[in-house]
């Protein structure tokens, strides 16, 4: 008798949570994104990508482009607080001050799902989970390849020192994907047994965009001419820049300065085709399903683990005619 009582519990619990779950179901989900702008070629692969994937799972997306501001990403989420919508993403273009605006989204009870970049807040339940990319990982799979290509090609400097020069197109400042591609790239070098070939010559942000790219490159050249052996930049889209700067000064690019670069997008797939640029590692943007699939998780109540990454390869300029025509991005 105790047993059938049991049963009879056990199988009431499973219907109340499945009519509460398919109610969750039959509501249409809203949720807020914040996105940072359209800084790259990336950037606009995301926001495309999130807004297929939230067609494709049914969501009422309030989209926000913050046009390179925090303040107006601080203001969307306040306006998603106001509309009481189910959920916020956002991606955080720097990773902190983010801690007063996600308190006001805790106490309003919305969850707040993170997509791309990471954050740093002082109470890691402001935020449900992240998904996105692994810059650390990034920064230094681009040392790595850099390393073994150098060792193989027996790269020599190109003024005759000792040293290989490196210059530095960093991203936006105090974005993870800046630090966290910093620290990758600088680690491995510092643990490389071959770390006493290298030198860092110059870095400075480019802001993640190809015309900062360029004149930053421009003026490194200015500086450098002759010295310059690598150039590690911090996305494509500025590695693009670069090139056209390096053409100006009268260089070849990939051959005369060693271009390694971020993300993954055509038009690196593109310039390394053209024997202009050595290797892209990937930051893969569609993220979209992962996310939405994520939030609607979080919505039903079950856990999700606090960080998930997209996958990501590493693809030299060998690999490009291949592997432009299957590009999504
Ligand atoms: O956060 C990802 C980075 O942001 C990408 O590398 C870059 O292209 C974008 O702007």
């Known amino acids: 008798m105790k047993l059938v009582k049991t049963l009879l519990a056990a199988s009431l619990g499973a219907l109340i949570a499945a009519s509460a779950a398919s109610a969750v179901q039959a509501k ?16 606009t692969a995301n926001t495309n990508d999130v807004k297929a994937a939230a067609k494709a799972h049914n969501i009422n997306l309030k989209f926000s482009d913050a046009q390179q501001k925090q303040e ?20 955080p273009i720097v990773a902190t001050g983010w801690d007063n605006v996600l308190r006001e989204a805790k106490r309003a009870k919305i969850p707040v799902l993170v997509m791309d970049r990471d954050l740093t807040v002082s109470d890691p339940s402001l935020y449900v989970a992240k998904i996105g990319t692994d810059s650390v990982t990034e920064g230094k799979k681009a040392f790595e390849w850099l390393d073994d290509y150098v060792t193989k090609n027996n790269i020599k ?39 006493d070939r290298y030198k860092i010559l110059a870095s400075q942000t480019g802001d993640f965009t190809r015309q900062k790219g360029q004149e930053v490159m421009e003026s ?3 500086s450098y001419r002759n010295d310059i052996d690598i150039l590690f930049a911090m996305n494509d889209d500025m590695a693009l820049g670069a090139i056209q700067s390096i053409e100006a000064a009268g260089l070849k690019p990939s051959k005369d300065i060693i271009i390694v670069s971020v993300d993954g ?3 690196i797939f593109q310039a390394m085709k053209d024997g202009k640029s050595n290797v892209t590692v990937e930051c893969n943007p569609l993220q979209g399903d992962l ?4 939030a609607e998780k979080i ?26 025509p299957t590009r999504k991005y």
């Open 299 to 324: 919505l039903k109540g079950e856990s999700v683990p606090k960080s998930v990454f997209v996958e990501e390869g590493v693809y030299p300029a060998e690999k490009a005619a291949e592997v432009l």
């Open 157 to 195: 400097p190109r003024n005759g020192g000792d040293k290989l020069n490196i210059v530095i197109l960093e991203g936006t400042v105090g974005a993870s994907a800046t630090t966290g591609r910093a620290k990758g790239f600088n680690t491995a070098l510092k643990n490389s047994p071959n770390k």
């Open 265 to 267: 997008v055509k038009g």
């Open 220 to 222: 490194f050249l200015k």
């Open 28 to 43: 249409q989900i809203t949720i807020g994104f914040s996105q940072i702008g359209a800084e790259s070629e990336w950037r």
């Open 291 to 294: 996310f939405f699939t994520t």
């Open 72 to 91: 107006n990403q601080i203001k969307a989420i306040r306006t998603f607080i106001a509309q009481k919508v189910d959920l916020i993403g956002f991606v």
